[in-house]
C-alpha cells in the first residue's frame, strides 16, 4: 500500500477543481488514475463499473430525495415561506432578524427532514433572495443557510445518526434524542454569531431591517401546516408507523395533501417541485458516487487506515484522543463523502472508545456534528452546493465558502462544548431510561 | 508476495476475524513467501466481492453464494436445507465437502472467475421477539424477519408472516413494532443492538447459515501460483475456515447468551416440547421434501450426516478439525487440475 | 446538424421527466407499503428492492444529459473572478469535452457490466420468491452514454448560439 500515492491524489484533486473540472467528474477522474496506478487497469475499470451502480442502488439512500421532494414542495406551496414569515414576526425586531428567522426555520424545518442537503435546499430558496433584497451581503445570507442546513441533520430524524447507528451497533433513538440538544445549542450559536457579525460589520448585515409586518399575528397562523407535518413524521417515527427510511416519502406525500388542503398546491408547484429534485438529487448523486470512489481509493492506498490506526496505536488522554478524533474528522469531512468517513474510521475508533469507556451515543452525535461541518467546508461541501443549485444567481460556490466561515468557528466552540461537557448531550437520552 | 484479502466485514464481524488468522496462516505455511493484507469494507463490501474478485482489486475475498444467487443456483440448493442446521461444525465442514465435489458448483464458482476454498457457518437461528412465544400458537399473526426461503416457509408453516427487512435495518423496525421479532443469530443480539429493543429469546432451534465461501479466490490468482504455492494456500485457508464457525458460532453466542441472562429486560423461553416436536417435524418434512426431489439436496444432507459424527468424536477445536478435513477432503483433491 | 441537436435536447428532456416519474413513483409507493403494512398487515417485500434498484438508479443515472445541457454540474468557481469571458467560455468548452471523456468512460465500464447481469440473469431472493434485477443494470449505462453525447453537444453550444437554441440550453 502506498501512502504516498493518496497524498498525491490530494494535491492532484485540489488542482483539478481549482481547474474548473466539475467536481464529480474531478472525484472520478483522481480516482481512477490513483486505483490504476497503485494496483493496476482492471482493478480501476472494476470500481468504475462498479461504484455508481452499488452507492445509487441504495434503499437508505432513497430518503434523500425523498426529503428534497417534502422541501420543494414545501417552499412551492409557500409552506416554509409561512415558516420563515412566523419566524419573522417574532424576532424581526433583533438585529440581524432575517438571519435569526431563517435560522429558526431551518431547525423547524429540520424536525421533519432527515437530510441537511434537504433543509438548506428548502430554506435557501426563500430566505436568501429576501436577505439580499434587504441589503445583506450575499456570501452571508448564503453561507447562513449552508450551516444552518447543517441543523437538518442533527435534530431527529437524520439519515445520517441512522448509519452511524447500524454502524457503531448502538440505539438509533438514542442517538436521535442526543441530537435534540446539540441541534438547538448549534441554531442558538448561530444566532449569536449573526449578532455579533451585525455589531461588528453593520455593512455586511444590516442591523435593522424595514418590515413590512401589517400581517402580525396572522402570519405566525402559517405555522400550522408545517407544525401538521412535524405531528405526522414525528409522531409516526416514535410510534412505529413508518421507519426513519420511510418517513421521507411518507412526510412528501403529507406535504401534497396539506398543500392540496389548503389550496396552494397547483400544476406549477407540482412540476417545479419534481424537476427540481431530479436535478438535485442528481447533481448531488454524482458527486456521491465520485466521494465514494474516492474514499475507495484512500483505502486501497491506505492513507485513511494509516491516520486512524496511528491515533489508535498513540496511548492518548481523552483530550488528546478527541483533538486528535476532531482533526481527522475535520480533515476527511473537507473531501470526503460523510458514508464513507464514517465507514473508514468507526471500526477503528470505536474499540478504543469503548476501551476508555466513552459514550457511543454521544459520539455519535459528535461524529455527525463533525461530519456536518464536513459538508460546508471546501472543496467538497455538499451543502454549498445546494445552495449553488438553489441560489446560484446571487452567488459563487467560492463565495458561499466565505460566508460559511464565521458559522464555522461557531462549530468549532459548540464541539469543543460538548467535548468538555458531555451530558450536555446525553442528559435527554438519560431521562428517556 | 502480497495478497489483497477482502473480507468485504468491519473488523468487529467474524469475518474479518477469521481473514487475520489467515494472514497468519498464509505467512506460516508459505515460509513468509505470500503474505496478505485486509482491505476495509469501505474498499470492497459484499456488493463489490464478484466486481472486486473479477477485475483483481481483490486476490481473495468473502463471497456469500446466496447474495449472489443468480450466479449460484446449485450452490444454493445447500442453503434451501437451512432447517438442517443443529451442529454448526458439521454444517461448515458438510459444506465444504460439498462444495469442493459438487461438479455443477465447481462450474458456477469458475463463471464467477473463483475458486472455492471451504465454508464456516453460524450458530443455530433462535427467535428474538418483542412478544413472548412459548408455544406454536403464539406464532399466530406474529411478523417475523426472515432471512431466506427455509425460514419464511417454517414461519409460514406456523401462521406468522415472514418479511424481508435488510438485517440492519432489524433493530428500528424492532423498535418501532414493524415486525414483532426476526428468526436470527443470538448473536444479532449485541452486533445490532436487538439487545436494546427484543424482550424475549425463545431457544426454539431453526437452522444455520452455513452457505459461504469463505477464501473466494480469484481464478487468476489461483492459475497465477505454483502447485507448491497452491497447497500452502490450500493448507492455510483450510486451517482458516473453521476459525469462521469458531468465532461466529460459539464465541460470539457465548459472550451474547451472557449478556442476555445479564439483561433483565430479558426473558429466555425454553420451547416446550409440544411446540419443540412440531418445529422438529416440520424442518424433517421440509428437508424430505427438498432432498427427494433434487440430487444434489441428498448428497448435503448425507454430508451433514457424515460430518456430525466427525465432529462428535474430534469435538470443537478448529485446529483439530482442520486436521481431520484435511485428510478427509482436501487430500482427495488434485491442486494441480482444482478450481480449473 | 440543427436537427440532431434539437433531437439529443428532446431526448434528454424526455429523460429527464421519466426521472421526475420515478420520483412521484417512488413516493406513492413507499406510501402505500406503510399503509398496507399498517391498516391490513399485508407486507409488501419487494418495495425495498424495486425503489433502490429502479426508482432510484432512475433518478440519479436518467438526467445526467440533461443536467450537462442546462449546465447544472457542480464546479468549484475559484479563478472564476481572474478570467475574461473570452477565456471561461474557452475553458468551459475543455472541461465540456473532457467531461465527456468521463463519461464515455463510465459508460464503458457500465454496459459490459450491464451485460454480465443480464446473462447471470441477477435476482434477489426475498423472502420465497425470486426477484429478477438485472434489467435496472443498463440504466446507469444509459444515462452515461447520453451524458457523453450532451457534453459533446454543450460544447458545440457554447460556441454556437444557433446550437444552444436548438439544444434547450439554460440561457447565461
Ligand atoms: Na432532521
Ligand atoms: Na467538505
Redesign the pocket.
Known amino acids: 500500500m502506498n501512502v504516498e500515492v493518496g497524498l498525491w491524489g490530494i494535491a492532484i484533486l485540489a488542482l483539478l477543481l481549482v481547474l474548473r473540472l466539475p467536481v464529480a467528474l474531478a472525484l472520478i477522474t483522481v480516482s481512477f488514475g490513483g486505483i490504476w496506478s497503485l494496483i493496476g487497469l482492471n482493478p480501476a475499470i472494476g470500481i468504475l463499473a462498479n461504484t455508481p451502480y452499488s452507492f445509487v442502488a441504495s434503499w437508505t439512500m432513497s430518503a434523500v430525495p425523498m426529503f428534497l421532494l417534502m422541501g420543494f414542495i414545501a417552499f412551492h406551496t409557500g409552506m416554509t415561506g409561512g415558516l420563515f414569515e412566523a419566524a419573522k414576526v417574532v424576532l424581526s425586531r433583533l438585529p440581524g432578524g432575517l438571519a435569526i428567522s431563517s435560522i429558526f426555520a431551518c431547525s423547524g424545518f429540520a424536525a421533519v427532514s432527515g437530510s441537511s442537503l434537504a433543509c438548506s435546499a428548502a430554506m435557501g430558496r426563500i430566505a436568501i433572495p429576501e436577505m439580499v433584497k434587504a441589503g445583506y451581503r450575499p456570501s452571508i445570507a448564503a453561507g447562513c443557510i449552508a450551516a444552518g442546513g447543517t441543523i437538518g441533520a442533527l435534530i431527529p430524524p437524520s439519515i445520517l445518526m441512522i448509519i452511524y447507528g447500524v454502524i457503531a451497533e448502538t440505539s438509533i433513538t438514542q442517538v436521535f434524542v442526543g441530537g435534540i440538544s446539540i441541534g438547538v445549542i448549534t441554531a442558538i450559536s448561530y444566532c449569536l454569531v449573526v449578532l455579533a457579525i451585525c455589531w461588528l460589520r453593520p455593512d455586511v448585515i444590516p442591523s435593522r431591517t424595514e418590515m413590512s409586518d401589517h400581517q402580525g399575528v396572522k402570519a405566525l397562523a402559517k405555522v400550522l401546516p408545517v407544525a401538521l407535518l412535524v405531528l405526522l413524521v414525528f409522531g409516526g417515527l416514535f410510534s412505529g408507523l413508518f421507519t426513519a427510511t420511510e418517513a421521507g416519502a411518507v412526510g412528501a406525500f403529507g406535504t401534497v395533501l396539506l398543500a392540496a388542503a389548503t389550496g396552494t398546491l397547483n400544476r406549477t408547484a407540482i412540476k417545479n417541485s419534481l424537476l427540481e429534485t431530479v436535478t438535485t438529487t442528481g447533481s448531488l448523486l454524482i458527486i456521491g458516487i465520485g466521494a465514494t470512489m474516492f474514499t475507495r481509493f484512500l483505502g486501497i492506498s491506505g492513507l485513511s487506515n494509516f491516520i486512524a490506526q496511528a491515533v489508535a496505536g498513540a496511548d492518548l488522554s481523552y483530550l488528546g484522543l478527541m483533538l486528535i478524533i476532531v482533526a481527522i474528522y475535520l480533515a476527511l469531512?473537507?473531501?470526503m463523502e460523510p458514508f464513507g468517513a464514517m465507514l473508514v474510521t468507526l471500526p477503528v475508533f470505536l474499540p478504543v472508545l469503548e476501551a476508555q469507556q466513552i459514550s457511543l451515543v454521544w459520539f455519535g452525535v459528535l461524529v455527525v456534528k463533525l461530519l456536518e461541518i464536513?459538508?460546508?467546508?471546501?472543496?467538497?461541501?455538499?451543502n454549498v452546493f445546494v445552495i449553488k443549485n438553489v441560489a446560484g444567481k446571487y452567488v459563487s460556490v467560492t463565495q458561499v465558502f466565505a460566508g460559511v466561515l464565521p458559522f464555522m468557528l461557531a462549530d468549532l466552540l459548540v464541539v469543543a462544548l460538548a467535548i468538555a461537557v458531555p451530558s450536555i448531550v446525553l442528559f435527554l437520552p438519560a431521562l428517556m431510561n | 508476495q502480497e495478497l489483497r484479502l477482502a473480507p468485504a466485514a468491519p473488523p468487529a464481524h467474524p469475518a474479518y476475524y477469521m481473514y487475520e488468522h489467515f494472514a497468519e496462516f498464509l505467512a506460516e505455511e508459505s515460509g513468509g513467501e505470500m503474505t496478505g493484507t485486509i482491505l476495509g469494507p469501505e474498499v470492497v463490501a459484499l456488493p463489490q466481492v464478484k466486481d472486486a474478485l473479477q477485475s483483481g482489486l481483490a486476490n481473495v475475498a468473502n463471497g456469500l453464494p446466496l447474495y449472489f444467487a443468480a450466479d449460484f443456483p446449485q450452490t444454493g440448493v445447500a442453503g434451501d436445507l437451512a432447517l438442517l442446521g443443529r451442529d454448526p461444525h458439521a454444517m461448515a465442514w458438510a459444506m465444504t465437502e460439498f462444495g469442493v465435489n459438487c461438479e455443477p458448483c465447481q462450474e458456477e464458482f469458475k463463471n464467477f472467475g473463483s475458486v472455492f476454498l471451504g465454508a464456516g457457518s453460524s450458530d443455530v437461528y433462535v427467535l428474538l421477539t418483542t412478544t413472548p412465544v412459548r408455544t406454536a400458537e403464539d406464532l399466530q399473526g406474529l411478523r417475523l424477519r426472515s432471512g431466506g426461503a427455509p425460514y419464511s416457509r417454517w414461519a409460514e408453516h406456523f401462521g406468522a408472516t415472514p418479511v424481508n427487512i435488510a438485517v440492519g435495518d432489524q433493530f428500528e423496525a424492532m423498535s418501532q413494532g414493524t415486525i414483532d421479532g426476526t428468526m436470527a443469530s443470538i448473536v444479532d443480539m449485541l452486533s445490532y443492538r436487538l439487545i436494546d429493543v427484543a424482550e424475549y429469546v425463545t431457544m426454539i432451534p431453526l437452522g444455520t447459515y452455513h452457505v459461504t465461501s469463505n477464501f473466494t479466490t480469484s481464478l487468476d490468482t489461483w492459475e497465477g501460483m505454483s502447485l507448491e504455492q497452491r497447497e500452502q494456500f490450500v493448507a492455510a485457508a483450510n486451517r482458516g475456515d473453521p476459525q469462521l464457525t469458531d468465532r461466529w458460532a460459539f464465541q460470539l453466542p457465548a459472550e451474547a447468551t451472557e449478556a442476555v441472562e445479564a439483561n433483565e429486560n430479558i426473558e429466555v423461553i425454553q420451547p416446550d416440547q409440544a411446540f419443540l416436536d412440531a418445529s422438529n417435524a416440520f424442518a424433517e418434512e421440509d428437508i424430505a421434501t427438498r432432498t427427494g426431489e433434487n440430487e444434489l439436496a441428498a448428497d448435503f444432507a448425507a454430508l451433514v450426516d457424515k460430518w456430525t459424527a466427525i465432529v462428535e468424536e474430534v469435538g470443537n477445536d478448529p485446529e483439530a478439525l482442520a486436521a481431520r478435513a484435511q485428510e478427509e477432503i482436501w487430500a482427495n483433491v488434485d491442486l494441480s487440475t482444482y478450481g480449473m | 446538424m440543427q436537427a440532431l441537436a434539437k433531437l439529443a435536447g428532446g431526448v434528454s428532456r424526455a429523460l429527464a421527466y421519466v426521472g421526475t416519474a420515478a420520483v412521484v413513483a417512488m413516493m406513492l409507493h413507499i406510501c402505500l407499503d406503510v399503509a398496507l403494512r399498517n391498516l391490513f398487515n399485508i407486507a409488501m417485500n419487494t418495495t425495498p428492492e424495486i425503489v433502490a434498484r429502479y426508482y432510484m438508479t432512475g433518478i440519479a443515472f436518467l438526467p445526467l444529459a440533461w443536467l450537462e445541457l442546462r449546465r447544472q454540474m457542480i464546479s468549484v468557481e475559484l479563478l472564476e473572478f481572474a478570467m475574461t469571458d473570452r477565456l471561461r467560455r474557452q475553458s468551459d468548452v475543455v472541461v465540456m469535452i473532457v467531461a465527456s471523456l468521463v463519461y464515455v468512460a463510465l459508460a464503458w465500464g457500465a454496459w459490459p457490466k450491464a451485460l454480465k447481469e443480464a446473462r447471470s440473469g441477477t435476482f434477489v431472493e426475498l423472502v420465497s420468491l425470486q426477484f429478477e434485477v438485472w434489467h435496472s443494470y443498463f440504466i446507469p449505462a444509459v444515462g452515461f452514454s447520453l451524458a457523453a453525447v450532451a457534453c459533446l453537444f454543450t460544447a458545440w453550444g457554447l460556441v454556437s448560439p444557433r446550437a444552444a437554441d436548438a439544444l434547450g440550453m439554460a440561457r447565461e
Open positions: 469531512g473537507t473531501f464536513g459538508m460546508i467546508t471546501p472543496p467538497v461541501g455538499m
